[in-house]
């Protein structure tokens, strides 16, 4: 709402994408599409007058996407206790590693705490062991500098051991699209 100031979660830092419309259902679910309890993580999922009823010609995905016209949005974020919604990642972006949930934008938060992080993009990439694993590309600002192995060991040191990236490949520049936001599925095709 326009009088209002939407807030930060202070645990993240990430900024309210603000309050559920009027007539607007907004719940947080999870794997098995149960509802989640306020600052828990999950899928994000509208049902209300503004929500289509399907993808046209398209039943099959309709279906998936739609389950009893509730719109699944792919999106992952959580409800604090006063209703504030906050976006933290796409669900098609988690990283499975050795069973452990990764969310790309939590390790490039981290990324971008270092003093020479311009930008940072985190995928999963295929590992034998681990089924995946933590990959950061990375961009460094002008005239800075910091080696793979430095990032990998100072994400190391502030996140769990399955979070941190285990790659690190520097780049002059992330991709973009058009708007400025960065490729992540170009990145993972690159591998």
């Known amino acids: 709402p326009v009088h209002l100031e939407a807030p930060v979660d202070p645990a993240s830092g990430t900024l309210s994408v603000g309050l559920p419309g009027a007539d607007t259902v ?27 009823p399907g993808y046209w010609g398209l039943p099959e995905e309709s279906a998936q996407a739609f389950p009893g016209g509730e719109l699944r949005t792919g999106d992952v974020g959580f409800m604090d206790p006063d209703g504030w919604l906050y976006v933290v990642d796409r669900k098609k972006d988690m990283i499975n590693a050795s069973g452990f949930k990764v969310w790309p934008r939590e390790v490039e938060d981290v990324l971008y705490t270092h003093p020479a992080v311009r930008e940072a993009a985190v995928v999963g990439v ?8 933590v990959k950061a590309y990375v961009s460094l600002r002008p005239g800075a500098s910091a080696g793979p192995e430095e990032l990998s060991a100072y994400c190391a040191a502030r996140i769990a051991a399955y979070k941190y990236p285990r790659q690190v490949e520097i780049l002059p520049v992330l991709p973009k699209t058009t708007s400025g936001k960065i490729l992540r599925r170009e990145l993972r095709d690159r591998g």
């Open 126 to 133: 295929p590992d034998p062991y681990r089924g995946e694993s």
């Open 26 to 52: 907004v719940r947080i679910l999870d794997e098995q599409g149960a509802e989640v309890p306020f600052g828990e993580t999950g899928e994000i999922a509208v049902r209300g007058p503004q929500v289509v």
